[in-house]
């Protein structure tokens, strides 16, 4: 099944924590290489189990997951080093500048140093950070600062396809705007695969390329923005989705 273009294949996938908390119900969906898919849906609707099985971090109970031509989980060591993932919850090390987050991480990936120090050189480029902000703690950062370094780190390491947990979430607009640039900017320049999560239906649709709505663990409907849109006879995806998942007559 590999080598078809597809980054991420979903099949059937079902996840059940504990013995009653079934954050998936049979998910199925594929991401082409190279777009930028949306995984829209409210608080608890699977989004985040979703991209932390994708992200070889959780393991489905049942079902079908190949992510770059490999299945998981049996050959998750084959994907983790293709793959980068910001959880909703990432953060920086508080005592370390911006810079030295970013060049630790890059040592991480790199065989020596003077690579490293290329790869967090992107990472500044990435973050948009000036040159004096780059080198304070990150104690000091802003939240919407500390995002864009954390968000740089992601995106910085060369990874194939690219998952997000939430972005923007707790940003004030000035920075979810900044974020969404850098996002689109780097999708634009690599080429790389982008799966993000959000319930920030319009910064899904400026964003992403298709989007697949998730309520209660189950795909209620995928398509392009507009797709949606029509299909549901809504002005915008927030309204779309109200209507497919069956909140609205």
Same mark, same amino acid.
């Given at each position: 099944?590999?080598?078809?273009?597809?980054?991420?294949?979903?099949?059937?996938?079902?996840?059940?924590?504990?013995?009653?908390?079934?954050?998936?119900?049979?998910?199925?969906?594929?991401?082409?290489?190279?777009?930028?898919?949306?995984?829209?849906?409210?608080?608890?609707?699977?989004?985040?189990?979703?991209?932390?099985?994708?992200?070889?971090?959780?393991?489905?109970?049942?079902?079908?997951?190949?992510?770059?031509?490999?299945?998981?989980?049996?050959?998750?060591?084959?994907?983790?080093?293709?793959?980068?993932?910001?959880?909703?919850?990432?953060?920086?090390?508080?005592?370390?500048?911006?810079?030295?987050?970013?060049?630790?991480?890059?040592?991480?990936?790199?065989?020596?140093?003077?690579?490293?120090?290329?790869?967090?050189?992107?990472?500044?480029?990435?973050?948009?950070?000036?040159?004096?902000?780059?080198?304070?703690?990150?104690?000091?950062?802003?939240?919407?600062?500390?995002?864009?370094?954390?968000?740089?780190?992601?995106?910085?390491?060369?990874?194939?396809?690219?998952?997000?947990? #939430?972005?923007?979430?707790?940003?004030?607009?000035?920075?979810?705007?900044?974020?969404?640039?850098?996002?689109?900017?780097?999708?634009?320049?690599?080429?790389?695969?982008?799966?993000?999560?959000?319930?920030?239906?319009?910064?899904?649709?400026?964003?992403?390329?298709?989007?697949?709505?998730?309520?209660?663990?189950?795909?209620?409907?995928?398509?392009?923005?507009?797709?949606?849109?029509?299909?549901?006879?809504?002005?915008?995806?927030? #309204?779309?989705?109200?209507?497919?998942?069956?909140?609205?007559?």
């Amino acid at each position: 099944m590999a080598g078809d273009g597809a980054a991420v294949r979903l099949r059937d996938v079902v996840k059940v924590f504990g013995k009653k908390v079934r954050a998936l119900r049979g998910v199925s969906f594929e991401v082409p290489r190279g777009a930028i898919y949306g995984i829209l849906g409210p608080n608890g609707a699977g989004k985040t189990t979703t991209l932390r099985i994708i992200a070889t971090l959780v393991r489905h109970d049942s079902g079908y997951v190949e992510v770059l031509g490999h299945r998981l989980p049996d050959e998750r060591n084959l994907v983790r080093g293709r793959i980068s993932y910001l959880p909703e919850d990432a953060g920086l090390y508080h005592r370390l500048t911006g810079w030295e987050n970013l060049l630790y991480f890059a040592m991480i990936y790199s065989d020596t140093l003077e690579e490293a120090r290329r790869m967090a050189e992107l990472g500044v480029k990435l973050s948009g950070l000036s040159e004096r902000d780059i080198h304070r703690k990150a104690s000091e950062y802003s939240k919407g600062m500390a995002r864009r370094v954390a968000l740089a780190r992601a995106l910085m390491v060369g990874a194939e396809l690219v998952l997000l947990d #939430e972005p923007t979430s707790g940003l004030d607009v000035f920075s979810a705007y900044s974020i969404r640039k850098i996002i689109k900017n780097f999708a634009k320049s690599s080429g790389a695969t982008v799966l993000m999560s959000s319930h920030n239906m319009l910064e899904v649709e400026e964003l992403c390329d298709r989007v697949i709505l998730i309520n209660k663990g189950s795909i209620v409907a995928e398509g392009e923005p507009a797709e949606l849109k029509e299909r549901a006879g809504a002005a915008n995806l927030e #309204e779309a989705f109200i209507k497919l998942v069956g909140g609205v007559s």
